[in-house]
């Protein structure tokens, strides 16, 4: 299986041009930095070059104010490569005092979409860096900011779950159905694995609160049909899981979830494929 990790991480291979961009738990974008990622494989792809460079000004022509590499001949065993080289990485625990944060990375054609969850030491929600990447030479373009809209109906879908020991991957069917109550409401149900989960959220601009049950959550809806889906506080000796997903186009969407059990350590990774059925 970590054969098949390294095969999945050289489909991110290339040049990519694109920005980070820092946002509040609150959904507020706060700035903005363009970048280029580089990666390039030698010697038969047993080595692979990374290289950012970040800008701090409005052109890619400028002198990087950041310019980073590293050289991979392996991968750590906190990060998971799926079969279609999007990834799940991030801490393997939760500590108490210490920050905590996870990054997914979707590739799809052309395009990249990554973003990066952070929790300061208190374990609360910090921050979100977005980073939203397009192959050089390519024609291909930013989604619009997610809207409630979008996220309506019925969705059936395939998760595979990954381990952090790279045992098998497993699959199996999802079915999710959103539906709008009244203007401020909406409700979800999620199917799997003959396992039914029903969820109601509170709709506030560019969120979706969950605020029923032990850990409130939030989605917030962001720009190039980004999503994220997180508890505002990690509680210790408590299960949790954080999710970003991306509409990749009208009819398809993926999310990432990375599960933490209940004495913090990363149990699992799952990257669900659904696409709109009604």
């Known amino acids: 299986m970590a054969e098949n990790n390294w095969e999945n991480f050289l489909k991110n291979l290339g040049e990519w041009k694109g920005s980070f961009t820092k946002i509040s738990p609150q959904g507020e974008i706060l700035d903005s930095t363009l970048s280029i990622i580089n990666l390039e494989g030698l010697e038969n792809n047993k080595l692979i070059k990374f290289r950012l460079r970040r800008f701090g000004g409005n052109s890619y022509d400028e002198t990087p104010t950041q310019d980073y590499e590293q050289d991979y001949r392996n991968l750590g ?47 609360e929600f910090s921050s979100i860096t977005l980073i939203r990447e397009f192959r050089r030479g390519s024609n291909a373009e930013e989604r619009p900011q997610l809207t409630i809209d979008q996220l309506l109906g019925k969705w059936q879908g395939t998760a595979y779950t990954a381990y952090p020991d790279l045992r098998p991957t497993d699959k199996f069917d ?70 970003v997903g991306w509409l990749v186009n009208e009819n398809e969407r993926q999310r990432l979830i990375r599960n933490y059990d209940a004495t913090g350590a990363w149990s699992s990774s799952t990257l669900v494929i659904e696409h709109k059925v009604d």
């Open 77 to 123: 065993r906190q990060i998971i490569f799926f079969e279609t080289g999007t990834f799940s990485k991030g801490a393997f625990q939760l500590a108490p005092f210490a920050e905590f944060g996870s990054e997914f990375g979707f590739i799809k054609g052309d395009r990249r979409l990554r973003c990066v969850l952070l929790y300061d030491r208190q374990n």
């Open 174 to 243: 999802t079915s999710l159905e959103v539906k709008q109550i009244d203007n401020k409401t909406i409700e979800q149900k999620l199917s799997f694995s003959g396992t039914t989960l029903s969820s109601t959220a509170q709709i506030e601009e560019n969120k979706l609160v969950f605020d029923k049950g032990d850990s409130p959550r939030q989605i917030l809806l962001l720009p190039d049909g980004t999503s994220t889906n997180a508890p505002s506080k990690l509680e210790l000796r408590k299960p949790f899981f954080l999710e």
